[in-house]
């Protein structure tokens, strides 16, 4: 990254703290006002012998401290993992805001060894999941990864994302990486018929809710999955340098698993880049 892409990104992000700081700050005043109400509250009923009145007085007062989120933002979830949780494939950046944009369109790109991928992001539709990717990519988090898997049959898609697949060769922990947290999924297509058609652009998980990581997958072709991953964005532009990857076909390492196997034409993620949101 350069000097002069950084500055452009801390100005995105500064001007979106300039509009969130007067509402964050009633926020953290209001909740430091209810924290010592509710100690106070607690200590008193304590002593009366009613403890579980204390603790529910405590989760009413959770549930109502959350401020609205700014105009023109949503409210996001980003859970961490437990460091005991996080095997060495895990890498650790922190967390994204909890407030993110929710509207303008982003240009994603994608520059590999074979050419540039790029593809549309509207921040209406996936405003956390927008927020979450650009953030791993202001960290530079799939700069110099491989896309470890590709599928041929049945689905056709490319696989990438994952920190760990770097170098040369290939692990059998391939697939297993992501950032230090995980968030919901979101935009998933279960009204469209094929719910992934060709060109989209969609996050991987683990098959279970709300553990969508940095993975995401390029559809080269129509695939009936279930809609259960959220639809990032359309591929605009080098479709064609997947279905080129495709053709020449994978090793089968994940045949017995998931399906597929590493793509035989290497595709290597030089750098990736989230513009900011336009409209």
Not at 92 to 106: I, T
Request: proline residues 7%.
């Amino acid at each position: 990254m350069t000097s002069t892409r950084e500055r452009q990104r801390a100005a995105a992000r500064a001007r979106l703290e300039k509009e969130m700081a007067e509402r964050s700050a009633k926020a953290r005043k209001r909740r430091q006002t209810q924290a010592i109400v509710s100690a106070a509250a607690a200590l008193v009923l304590v002593v009366a012998g009613t403890v579980w009145l204390a603790m529910s007085l405590g989760d009413d007062d959770d549930k109502n401290d959350t401020a609205a989120p700014a105009a023109g933002a949503s409210e996001c979830v980003f859970n961490a993992l437990p460091a005991e949780q996080r095997p060495p494939q895990i890498k650790d950046v922190g967390v994204p805001s909890n407030e993110q944009y929710a509207k303008g369109v982003q240009t994603m790109t994608i520059d590999t060894n074979l050419g540039p991928i790029t593809a549309k992001v509207d921040r209406s539709l996936v405003p956390c999941t927008a927020g979450s990717f650009t953030y791993l990519a202001e960290k530079n988090f799939f700069d110099n990864t491989k896309c470890h898997r590709l599928v041929t049959e049945g689905i056709k898609v490319l696989q990438c994302g994952d920190p760990s697949a770097t170098g040369n060769g290939w692990r059998e922990t391939d697939g297993q990486g992501g950032p230090s947290y995980r968030l919901p999924e979101e935009n998933l297509p279960t009204d469209k018929r094929p719910p992934y058609p060709e060109g989209v652009i969609a996050m991987a998980n683990s098959g279970q809710p709300g553990s969508t990581g940095s993975q995401f997958f390029i559809v080269y072709g129509d695939s009936p999955l279930d809609p259960a991953y959220t639809v990032l964005g359309t591929i605009t532009g080098g479709l064609d340098i997947v279905k080129d990857v495709a053709k020449a076909g994978d090793d089968g390492a994940f045949a017995q698993q998931a399906g597929g196997g590493h793509p035989k034409k290497e595709v290597i993620i030089k750098d990736l880049t989230m513009s900011n949101p336009q409209g």
